[in-house]
């Protein structure tokens, strides 16, 4: 049995990776793919959670993370294509739209 810490350090490292390539990368397809790191990393830890304590309820908050996971997917998809067709170019340093 893989003990709850080696999951943790999973999840940490994941999390961390994540944070990372949000902070540094310019490619907005990227951010989007780390953004996705950091849920997975969370839900790594809620299932390992419920595996340890012997709950459903982490498995079912995994569920509810993946289902909004995949909604944000396709409406941040759908920004990048629209950015991309006006802008030509998906390098968020050329979007300022939202910049004051």
Not at 8 to 26: H, K
Not at 58 to 69: D, N, P
Request: charged share 10%; proline share 1%; net charge positive.
């Amino acid at each position: 049995m893989i003990p709850l810490s080696y999951y943790i350090i999973l999840s940490a490292f994941v999390f961390i990776t994540g944070v990372v390539g949000v902070l540094i990368r310019r490619n907005i397809i990227i951010i989007l793919l780390s953004v996705e790191l950091m849920l997975n990393a969370t839900n790594i830890n809620f299932v390992a959670f419920s595996h340890y304590l012997q709950s459903v309820a982490g498995q079912v908050f995994v569920f509810f993370a993946l289902t909004v996971a995949a909604a944000e997917v396709a409406v941040g998809l759908a920004i990048i294509i629209a950015l991309y067709r006006s802008k030509s170019s998906i390098n968020v340093d050329e979007f300022q739209l939202l910049k004051w």
